[in-house]
């Protein structure tokens, strides 16, 4: 199986992609155990703290049934740190040329960001087409997308950027959209006081959502 085939069969286990910035091992692992309950079984934590790497081991060693994608690669040394943590796939708000080649020398699916055509374009010349539309509403949201369905017949979208619960059926409802990510069922004040109830309801309605749109672990 290519690496893009497992990426994609990853990604299109549910409606919704949760992603967050992890601060401490035991508060991903209470997320990740509520996630799981709610009934979602992937999530992507982000690079951007110390603790990220951490809890991606730990949740990998604790629930091997959630796949997990570290998030915010930005240089191509940032695929070991991925790796070494367990992650199954890597995401990045954006793409250059030094990422993009190391990414082709790895054996992790990459999910790189883009906005535009001629970025598509690039990913699709590096043999990537499976993309992170992002931030997809500043970028042209739907609209955008929609396009890019007639041009890049290939070529699925995962977007992500400040999107809500209310955004997610316009998305799902492309023929070239896997899932869409968002934070909004793993918010931060619900993180800082513990509420794990609160975040496995909002679990359960993404996970609710893919089943609306007819995707119950798969498209």
Not at 46 to 73: D, K, N, V
Not at 89 to 103: H, I, K, N, T
Not at 110 to 122: D, N, Y
């Amino acid at each position: 199986m290519s690496k893009d085939q497992m990426l994609r069969d990853l990604l299109s286990r549910q409606a919704v992609l949760p992603i967050m910035t992890i601060r401490s091992e035991e508060a991903g692992l209470r997320i990740a155990e509520s996630l799981l309950a709610g009934g979602l079984t992937a999530m992507e934590i982000t690079l951007r703290t110390a603790e990220g790497a951490a809890a991606i081991s730990a949740i990998r060693r604790r629930f091997p049934e959630m796949a997990i994608g570290a998030g915010t690669l930005l240089r191509p040394e940032d695929f070991d740190r991925a790796a070494t943590a367990g992650a199954q796939f890597g995401v990045s708000p954006g793409m250059d040329r030094p990422l993009a080649e190391e990414a082709l020398k790895r054996s992790l699916p990459f999910l790189p960001g883009v906005q535009t055509a001629s970025e598509v374009m690039t990913a699709v010349g590096y043999g990537l087409q499976t993309l992170k539309f992002y931030p997809a509403r500043a970028a042209g949201g739907t609209t955008v997308l929609a396009d890019f369905g007639n041009i890049f017949q290939n070529v699925m979208f995962v977007p992500t950027g400040k999107l809500t619960q209310a955004d997610v059926p316009e998305y799902l409802a492309l023929k070239n959209v896997l899932c869409a990510g968002g934070s909004w069922m793993v918010p931060a004040d619900r993180i800082a006081a513990e509420d794990w109830l609160a975040i496995r309801a909002l679990a359960a309605t993404a996970a609710a959502m893919a089943r609306t749109a007819g995707r119950p672990g798969g498209r």
